[in-house]
């Protein structure tokens, strides 16, 4: 008999599980913004330099010999008209641009080819040859990335999706418990990441190239390798991975990322909540990350059948030690998933060394020759932490890989009240990290244990508590990163601190900061780049006060395009975007040498706007839209984008957007 008294989860959040009494400061320093606005200074005077040295010479040498061609001017960029907020289910772009809708949701990719079935009564196999469910991350891998990287007519756009919603996937919604396992066997393919390749047609638009070798998805399913110091770990050991060194597929795939040998990066954001664990008492690599006792979020655990491919999200002890059942099931989840877009036949590698938490993102610094590579990741959850990661051999673009994923240094951050903060070391051999812990009666038996339990380390180390960190963006000219703090509602007057300032933050903030070379990157400098809010705020030190065209609540999405233009995508909900002065989702892009800040996207009704990609000429934009009309039922959807016919189930897809001159995007 079906149970028909549940229900799902659609939100995708994990609930706060960080209750650490780390430290909280009580007042904001007014100001510690001068080296950041010397450094961008000094890069603008690096890029115009040449031009201003001919303009100021009085005694300038006459021109001899041919007159050179005179080059293409620049493009103006943020020279379009800022677009106004609003509500309207559509993608709005502002004057002289257009958008159009590209590999929604139940796209024909491969296989087959099923074609998408407007009642949502596709199959589970069909699922798994279609584009997938909740557009997220993404990038656009020139056909010819491994050689010039210059080929902006034809790629690999790989996308992630983050998670679903039952009641636009299936015909009338979840149908009770047990689930039917085809029903889970369509919403575990609905997850994940395609590959699609893309080339534009005579007229100039990109077309998906059906029949490609390369197109691919990667699901909740797919087989995949554990890599770096967790592999083979006896608590990663499950009845599907005796020796714990590979698991099964990638979930709530938010943000991404891109190596710089030309792999993509898919990172697993809050995985906890697709599982269960009845135990009386939960490991630490459960309880700290939020795995619940009671159901996962989707009950996938409770399919009537396939019951080896659907009870590994019962991570309760059912058998005599974990080789017999799934209780290390979570612990295979919450990596970094590195992803050889250009070999359909690779195995995606959980990179372990990156550590354990709710990745948003992953973004690497400048890469030097014959230094080591850094990257960096935010924990999307309250009071989370922000991590880097070092690796330990050398950057050599004739050698580089996966392997320098796989030993290396994590980090996490503490933001000092003055403006300073420290990378803490997350090692084993970190000695004053070892004594902290047997101080707190905790006990790490090696960098593995340390890894699985990251959010535990940083707990320890005395990282900063932030306010929901999420993308982050390395400007390609300066080195500053950038990351968003999209909001914090739970931050009481007494623990707000220099780098989370606000009590009660409900519209967020963008945070950045300048490694610093002097203490090989031990240490940086930091200030806060933007205080989001309504028309008024303002953000002391960067001369930034928000007006009509550019006010904004919750960023989120965050990405450098090569000319330095920094976007920023916001992720609001409930009250926040059906009512009040912001509207809809948006993206805005703001100039940081001077200030400038415009909004030039605003997307449907009750969609998030996520995920950026360009192609190398910076002529083509591609950005995701999310859950458009999520809080509908089955039989009533408050939007159908992008079908916009009045009746369509409303479908996740990407938007291409172009200017009408075939010019730089955002000029």
């Known amino acids: 008999m079906q149970n028909n008294n549940f229900q799902i989860d659609n939100s995708g959040i994990d609930p706060q599980t960080n209750f650490s009494d780390n430290p909280d400061f009580q007042s904001v320093l007014a100001s510690r913004r001068s080296f950041l606005k010397g450094s961008l200074g000094a890069a603008i005077a690096t890029i115009m330099g040449s031009a201003l040295v001919g303009c100021s010479s009085d005694t300038a040498a006459p021109v001899t010999g041919p007159v050179a061609v005179k080059p293409e001017p620049a493009p103006i960029l943020l020279g379009f008209t ?88 299936h015909p009338m919604g979840p149908t009770g418990l047990p689930r039917p396992a085809d029903e889970v066997r369509k919403e575990v393919a609905a997850h994940g990441v395609t590959v699609a390749h893309i080339k534009k047609d005579a ?81 630490r690599e459960h309880s700290r990350y939020g795995v619940g006792s009671r159901n996962g979020r989707y009950y996938w655990e409770t399919a009537d059948s396939g019951a080896d491919q659907f009870q590994r999200f019962n991570a309760s002890s059912l058998g005599a030690d974990a080789s017999e059942d799934y209780r290390n099931e979570p612990n295979t989840y919450g990596w970094i998933v590195e992803i050889d877009p250009f070999n359909p036949d690779s195995v995606p590698q959980k990179r372990t060394a990156l550590g354990r938490f709710g990745h948003e993102g992953i973004i690497f610094g400048p890469v030097v020759e014959g230094q080591p590579i850094i990257a960096y990741s935010g924990d999307d959850s309250t009071f989370e932490y922000i991590y880097k990661y070092v690796s330990k051999a050398p950057y050599y673009k004739a050698t580089a890989g996966g392997h320098l994923l796989n ?198 009704v009750d969609a998030e706007v996520t995920g950026l990609a360009f192609t190398p000429d910076l002529k083509t934009m591609f950005v995701n839209i999310q859950h458009p009309g999520d809080r509908s039922t089955p039989t009533q959807f408050t939007s159908n984008w992008p079908a916009n016919d009045g009746t369509s189930r409303p479908r996740s897809a990407t938007v291409i957007i172009t200017k009408d001159d075939g010019g730089v995007i955002g000029s």
């Not at 909740?134 to 020139?142: E, L, N, Q, S, V």
């Open 82 to 169: 800022a677009i106004a907020a609003n509500r309207l289910d559509t993608a709005t772009v502002p004057a002289g641009y257009t958008a159009r809708a590209f590999l929604p949701m139940g796209t024909p990719l491969l296989g087959s080819y099923p074609a998408y079935l407007v009642d949502g009564s596709n199959s589970g196999a069909d699922m798994e040859q279609q584009v997938g469910a909740h557009h997220d991350g993404m990038h656009f891998f020139p056909l010819d990335a491994r050689s010039t990287g210059q080929n902006s007519n034809e790629g690999l756009l790989v996308f992630n999706h983050e998670y679903l919603d039952a009641n636009v996937l």
């Open 407 to 604: 030993d290396g240094t994590l980090y996490v951050a503490k933001f000092n009240a003055d403006g300073s903060g420290e990378w803490l070391a997350l090692d084993i051999n970190n000695e004053e990290l070892m004594t902290k812990a047997n101080a707190a009666n905790v006990t790490f038996d090696s960098q593995a244990d340390i890894l699985l339990n990251t959010r535990l380390a940083a707990d320890i180390a005395g990282a900063t508590k932030m306010d929901r960190p999420e993308w982050g963006a390395v400007h390609p000219t300066t080195g500053e990163v950038y990351f968003t703090l999209t909001n914090n509602t739970r931050r009481t007057t007494e623990q707000i601190d220099a780098a989370n300032p606000r009590a009660n933050n409900a519209t967020g903030h963008i945070i950045r900061w300048k490694e610093n070379a002097a203490t090989s990157g031990l240490s940086f400098n930091w200030d806060i780049f933007l205080l989001a809010g309504d028309v008024g705020t303002t953000t002391e030190g960067s001369n930034i006060t928000l007006t009509a065209d550019n006010h904004l609540a919750s960023p989120d999405g965050l990405m450098f395009s090569a000319n330095g233009l920094l976007w920023i995508q916001t992720d609001m909900s409930g009250s926040q975007q059906g009512q009040g002065p912001y509207g809809n989702n948006q993206m805005l892009v703001a100039d940081p040498a001077t200030g400038m800040i415009k909004r030039f996207f605003v997307g449907p």
């Open 203 to 283: 007229q100039g638009q990109f077309q998906l190239v059906q029949g490609s070798p390369l197109n691919r998805r990667i699901t909740g399913a797919t087989p995949m390798d554990i890599t770096g110091p967790v592999r083979g770990d006896a608590k990663v050991v499950t009845k599907y991975s005796q020796d714990g060194t590979r698991t099964r597929g990638t979930l709530n795939n938010c943000g991404n990322g891109f190596t710089p040998w030309g792999t993509y990066l898919t990172c697993e954001e809050n995985w906890a909540g697709y599982f269960m664990n009845a135990d009386a008492t939960k490991p």
